[in-house]
């Protein structure tokens, strides 16, 4: 089997629940797709989060759905081809991990300084 075949085989629902709670805290699954909420603190972040999440899957030429409201986003990751969950969701759902989730400050070094503890520049809400 290629590997491009591989990628697109049906994970077992055992094999997501294994994943999401090894690898995903954030994520769970529900009515065969995986899931995050994403809460921000208002609409400007969170069309922040919606063309960031919207350039990665671009990219990764794998789209998925999302539910944008004032202060959050659902992100909805599921192979249609496949009729489920994949290795291309958790690959997606990863990315988006690294970039949305990213703590500049935490994960520089000092480089960055990250966002200001100010309620004027909050941005995405920590779960």
């Known amino acids: 089997m290629s590997e491009e075949t591989t990628h697109?085989?049906?994970?077992?629902?055992?094999?997501?629940?294994?994943?999401l709670e090894n690898e995903f805290p954030h994520w769970y699954y529900e009515n065969g797709w995986i899931r995050r909420k994403i809460k921000t603190s208002g609409w400007k972040s969170t069309?922040?989060?919606?063309?960031?999440?919207?350039?990665?899957?671009?990219?990764?030429?794998?789209?998925p759905d999302l539910t944008v409201?004032?202060?959050?986003?659902?992100?909805?990751?599921?192979?249609?081809?496949?009729?489920?969950?994949?290795?291309?969701?958790f690959a997606l759902a990863k990315?988006?991990?690294?970039?949305?989730?990213?703590?500049?400050?935490?994960?520089?070094?000092g480089v960055f300084e990250g966002i200001p503890d100010d309620p004027r520049f909050k941005y995405i809400k920590k779960d």
């Open 69 to 89: 409201s004032y202060a959050f986003v659902i992100v909805k990751l599921v192979t249609h081809a496949a009729k489920g969950i994949t290795e291309k969701d």
């Open 95 to 109: 990315k988006i991990e690294e970039v949305v989730m990213w703590d500049a400050a935490a994960e520089s070094e």
């Open 8 to 19: 697109h085989i049906a994970l077992s629902d055992a094999e997501i629940q294994t994943r």
């Open 47 to 63: 069309l922040m989060v919606v063309n960031t999440v919207g350039h990665l899957a671009e990219k990764a030429w794998h789209h």
